[in-house]
């Protein structure tokens, strides 16, 4: 497969934000390139490398990045951008010459579509829109990559956010730029990805960053916000490691009566973003004495856990550990015990890439002791096929700007 191809860049949506990239790295991947152009200059549509027909584990030294705006891809030219620690070098590509032919002094035109699979079926490249639907590769960095917006207004609804100021905030956050939108997000996706589990309520929207850090700073900025007139809004990633805040969960005990949640937030920060903190309360509308944290990051909770064991909330010393099933916190306590703090919290923290999280809120037992209760969320099974495939539509439907489902 050559560098080249007849034709233009591609759609008249896409000419003139195509760039050609050279001194790659041979082992950079499309994520690579991807990532790297989107984080120095801006939301990037999609990026491939070019591989060696001979080794398709090795690229060719080259590849094309497409931005969503062609003052990105004029900016890229000549940045300073690293692929995998290696300065790589790009130029503008323009459509090819008549004849085939690159037009003089151009840089090769990119080919009509990145290199082919099995059976010729074009490869897109992992996580971006082309043109055509995501490859079921991609969905999961593209969901980490996707923001859930929700406290939105719905027709016929009372109160709820204005879901156009709330888009609009939305790339106002990452400075005015986002890969796609959609609204309503549809009921199935609301379902699969678990946004009521965690507060969602009202309407919901989905939108779209070129990176997991823009998502993230989005989340930051967007989650409890009440700038906006009619109420607080929600925001979680879709997938990926901002989606399990659930799992991301510490207990914070010894809390005084007299503390509030912003105080108990203020004193956890330092371990990282606090995406939400709940503390339970009597029905006299006393607090029962403990709080629960809940973080975007699985080492801001460790942090927690391990360097703010003993911090203090309100003058108050209180003690922080994982918010953990009975049998894993009578586990945690054994381990601590033994061979001290710091041991078990690292043994008994949720892996990296835990499944589903089954903890409650419940906060019917008086006992601050000891852990959570388990229950299944809704009661309901989860079909890992089912929710996958519906993840995929909507995020195919968002990076196409389409409008949602019912």
């Known amino acids: ?174 400075k005015g730029k986002a890969l796609g939108e959609l609204h309503p997000c549809p009921a199935e996706t609301v379902a699969a990805a678990r946004l009521a589990s965690d507060g969602c309520t009202g309407g919901a929207a989905l939108v779209a960053y070129a990176t997991l850090k823009e998502a993230r700073r989005a989340v930051r900025k967007l989650h409890g916000s009440t700038s906006l007139p009619g109420g607080a809004l929600w925001a979680r990633q879709l997938g990926g490691e901002g989606a399990r805040v659930k799992s991301w969960r510490v207990i914070v005990r010894n809390v005084s009566w007299k503390a509030t949640e912003a105080d108990v937030r203020d004193a956890l920060s330092p371990a990282g973003y606090v995406w939400e903190v709940k503390q339970p309360r009597k029905p006299d509308g006393k607090s029962r004495g403990f709080a629960f944290v809940a973080f975007t990051r699985r080492q801001d909770a460790l942090k927690a856990v391990t360097e703010l064991g003993l911090c203090h909330v309100s003058g108050r010393p209180v003690a922080v550990d994982w918010a953990l099933g009975k049998d894993k916190f009578q586990e945690y306590e054994r381990v601590k015990a033994e061979k001290g703090a710091e041991v078990a919290s690292e043994a008994l923290a949720p892996p990296e890439a835990p499944p589903d999280s089954d903890l409650d809120d419940d906060d019917d037992d008086d006992d601050d002791d000891g852990g959570e209760s388990s229950d299944d969320e809704e009661g309901r099974e989860v079909d890992p096929a089912a929710d996958k495939g519906t993840m995929l539509s909507a995020l195919n439907a968002v990076l196409e700007g389409k409008d949602g489902g019912a």
């Open 1 to 174: 497969a050559g560098v080249g191809g007849p034709g233009s860049e591609g759609p008249a949506s896409e000419r003139g934000c195509t760039v050609f990239v050279r001194n790659l790295p041979y082992d950079a991947s499309d994520a690579d390139l991807t990532e790297a152009f989107a984080d120095a200059v801006g939301p990037v549509r999609r990026g491939w490398v070019v591989r060696d027909p001979s080794d398709r584990d090795r690229n060719r030294g080259f590849g094309y990045v497409t931005f969503a705006l062609p003052e990105d891809a004029g900016a890229a030219v000549g940045a300073a951008v690293k692929v995998k620690g290696r300065q790589a070098q790009a130029q503008k590509a323009r459509p090819k010459a008549e004849g085939g032919g690159a037009a003089a002094g151009a840089a090769p035109g990119p080919p009509v579509a990145p290199a082919a699979g099995a059976g010729g079926r074009a490869r897109v490249p992992s996580g971006f829109a082309s043109g055509r639907a995501l490859k079921p590769d991609g969905w999961e960095h593209r969901s980490a990559c996707t923001v859930a917006l929700g406290g939105l207004a719905e027709p016929g609804g009372a109160g709820g956010v204005d879901p156009r100021a709330a888009l609009k905030e939305a790339r106002r956050v990452n």
